[in-house]
C-alpha cells in the first residue's frame, strides 16, 4: 500500500497525554461501520487512515490498549479515553481515528466497509435536519463550554499537563 502525498500530520488525545507525528499517512482513509468500530469509538462508525510504523513517531506518552480480538489492538488514552487506533497483529501500519487528527479536514475520505453494520439513518444523512453551527444550536451553553475549554489545542506544544475533572 501506497502513502497519499498530502505531507506531514500530527494529533493526539483530548486532553494533550498522548501525542503523535506522521511523516505520511497511507492510502486508505475510509469510515468502518462493523459493529467492533461503532463499540470501539462509541459511535456509529470509524474514521480511520493508516500511518506506516516507519512514518509513526509518539511525541508525548503512549496509548493504551485494549484487546478487541485475539488479532486486534484498539489504543485509547489511559487519562481521558479518547479512541486513537485499530492495530492488527503483525500489520504494515496501525489505523488512526481520523478525528484524532489536528487537521482531520485534510485527509479525504476515501471509501466505506462494514456496511453491515450501517446505521439506516446514514443513507439519507442529506435529508437529516442541519440546525447551525454549535454555538447556534447550543446557543449559551456552547459559549460556557468553550470558555471552560480543558482541550489540548489542535496544534503540537512543547509542553502540556492535562488538567484533571471536575465533573
Known amino acids: 500500500m501506497d502513502d497519499l502525498d498530502l505531507g506531514e500530520f500530527s494529533g493526539g488525545c483530548q486532553c494533550g497525554a498522548v501525542r503523535f507525528h506522521a511523516r505520511a499517512i497511507r492510502e486508505n482513509p475510509h469510515v468502518c461501520y462493523c459493529r467492533m468500530c461503532q463499540k ?4 456509529l462508525f470509524a474514521a480511520l487512515v493508516g500511518i506506516g510504523h516507519e512514518n509513526l513517531t509518539w511525541t508525548r506518552g503512549k496509548a493504551a490498549e485494549f484487546r478487541s480480538s485475539e488479532h486486534v489492538g484498539r489504543g485509547f488514552c489511559s487519562n481521558c479515553g479518547t479512541p486513537l487506533y485499530y492495530r ?26 462494514g456496511l453491515e453494520g450501517k446505521h439506516p439513518s446514514l443513507f439519507h444523512l442529506s435529508d437529516v435536519e442541519e440546525v447551525g453551527t454549535t454555538e447556534a444550536a447550543m446557543g449559551d451553553e456552547a459559549g460556557a463550554i468553550k470558555r471552560s475549554n480543558n482541550q489540548h489545542p489542535d496544534h503540537d506544544t512543547p509542553a502540556w499537563t492535562p488538567r484533571p475533572s471536575t465533573v
Not at 470501539?40 to 459511535?43: F, I, L, Y
Open 88 to 113: 492488527y497483529k503483525g500489520g504494515q501500519h496501525i489505523s488512526f481515528t481520523i478525528g484524532a487528527f489536528d487537521e482531520p479536514h485534510r485527509i479525504p475520505l476515501l471509501y466505506q466497509m
Open 40 to 43: 470501539a469509538t462509541g459511535n
